[in-house]
């Protein structure tokens, strides 16, 4: 034999030695790889499917929609990020980001299923006609920047859980018949910019600590001053 021809025995030992090594380090990354994209693939599929049922479920109480906004809001072929009102985020797709049905004259309860929409940035359903209360649900919306439920009939106390939609800059509740005190705990909210709780039927006094909202611009508050009759 000559040396040559060893020298090519010896190559080729080590490279069938290399392949074979390298083989065995790429199919477990392949194998984990593949098994991370299904995975991610799946709860997509599965978040997806949790936002169209809470926009449903959301639809499922209202009691009139007189100008038909709510009509594309069904089970048929047209993608629910088209829906009325409905906008989708452009990174995480087919997630809800908000909610835009200000003045459709809609009657009906907000849906404690709103929570589930957990990307929603912006929620706006200003002068309808929504009744019963908000729904504390509504506390683990932590990504939520903006909250317009003003000019409806909602009844009930202001959530303290809202505190918990700590990126919360835009609040407003004004011109319903919320009653009750103001929680405090609105105080938590850091970044609040403006707080609208006007022509309500709110009682006790302003808390102090809402002093300490630095980034406040705006404060629009009515108590209603109730007078012992002796």
């Given at each position: ?12 030992t080590?490279?069938?030695?290399f ?22 693939a ?7 499917a949790?936002d169209?049922s809470a926009?449903l ?15 594309s ?7 629910y ?7 989708c ?14 003045s ?34 509504v506390?683990?919306?932590r ?11 909602l ?32 105080s ?9 709780l006007?022509?309500?039927m ?8 809402l ?9 629009s508050v009515?108590?209603l ?6």
């Open positions: 034999m000559t040396v040559s021809d060893i020298l090519e025995k010896y190559c080729c080590r490279m069938e030695g392949l074979h090594a390298l083989f065995f380090l790429i199919i477990p990354l392949y194998v984990t790889s593949t098994a991370r994209c299904t995975a991610t799946t709860a997509g599929i599965k978040q997806a949790s169209r926009l479920s959301f639809k499922s109480l209202v009691d009139d929609d007189p100008f038909g906004a709510l009509s809001w069904n089970n048929g072929s047209l993608h990020c088209r829906w009325r009102g409905v906008s985020s452009r990174r995480h797709h087919d997630r809800v980001t908000a909610l835009n049905l200000t459709l004259g809609r009657a009906g309860f907000v849906s404690p299923s709103i929570a589930n929409l957990t990307f929603l940035q912006r929620i706006d359903l200003s002068n309808n006609m929504l009744d019963g209360s908000i729904p504390e649900e506390g683990s919306l990504r939520l920047r903006y909250l317009n439920l003003s000019v409806n009939s009844r009930g106390t202001i959530p303290s859980s809202l505190s918990n939609c700590s990126n919360l800059q835009i609040l407003g509740l004004a011109n319903n018949k919320l009653n009750g005190e103001i929680p405090p705990t609105l938590r909210l850091s970044g609040l910019q403006e707080l609208r006007s022509w309500n709110l009682q006790g006094t302003i808390p102090d600590s002093g300490n909202l630095s980034s406040l611009l705006v404060l009515s108590i001053i109730l007078k012992q009759v002796i």
